[in-house]
């Protein structure tokens, strides 16, 4: 099995621009979970979906953020426009069962820099 | 208060030395609770669930205290290996993360 696959592993962008960060579940997993980690913050939610259908997206941090799962194959992340605050790593996690942290798998994650 | 709170550290301990992390959070409904290791610039990953009656896995053991609404870990006989930053994770509703304590294994 290939695990989570998020792409790109890293992006370095100027403010103002668009950032579109890519993820892979692992097949048969029905939870995808998109998170950030910072140094101050540590790792937060932003929003995970069941069955390709958003279902918290409390932690989204404003309009800027936005995610999709057009399929049960592949999210997307995107942010418009970035900011230099938005640098972070994200993580895509996914899970065959709802949340249970024992059966929870992380991607590589993509460490973004906004300039 | 944040929801989870733990000593950033580092916790800087020779080979062979005994450490423990303790956890600290904030809902008393949480419902379960874990270890996540992370190494540097790599992902969390799962290192053992923690039970109310403690539970052990080789060199860790874990421990819940509900009634003070903390969890600790223990590791033994520490290796090289084990330098890592060890996240804590309280169960409700969601997973929440702590910051991580960071740990140094030196030889």
């Known amino acids: 099995d290939a695990g989570v696959i998020q792409s790109p592993r890293h992006e370095v962008t100027e403010m103002g621009q668009e950032v579109t960060l890519r993820c892979k579940p692992i097949?048969?997993?029905?939870?995808l979970f998109w998170y950030r980690q910072t140094m101050m913050r540590g790792l937060e939610l932003l929003i995970y979906?069941?069955?390709?259908?958003?279902?918290?997206d409390s932690g989204m941090p404003e309009d800027r953020f936005s995610a999709k799962m057009p399929n049960a194959s592949f999210s997307t992340l995107k942010i418009q426009p970035s900011e230099p605050r938005d640098s972070a790593v994200y993580f895509c996690?996914?899970?065959?069962?709802?949340?249970?942290?024992?059966?929870?798998?992380f991607g590589p994650g993509t460490r973004l820099t906004v300039l | 208060r944040k929801e989870v709170e733990q000593d950033p550290g580092p916790f800087n301990v020779p080979e062979g030395a005994t450490v423990a992390f303790n956890c600290t959070y904030s809902n008393s409904a949480s419902q379960s609770f874990f270890w996540y290791r992370q190494d540097c610039r790599k992902e969390p990953k799962l290192l053992m669930s923690v039970y109310s009656s403690g539970n052990e896995d080789g060199r860790f053991t874990a421990q819940l205290n509900r009634a003070s609404q903390y969890i600790s870990l223990l590791i033994r006989d520490s290796k090289l290996s084990d330098s890592a930053t060890y996240l804590c994770?309280?169960?409700?509703?969601?997973?929440?993360f702590g910051t991580g304590t960071r740990l140094l294994v030196s030889p």
């Open positions: 994770v309280v169960d409700f509703q969601k997973l929440v």
């Open positions: 979906f069941n069955n390709n259908v958003p279902i918290d």
């Open positions: 097949s048969g997993h029905d939870y």
């Open positions: 996690a996914s899970t065959p069962r709802g949340g249970d942290a024992d059966t929870q798998y």
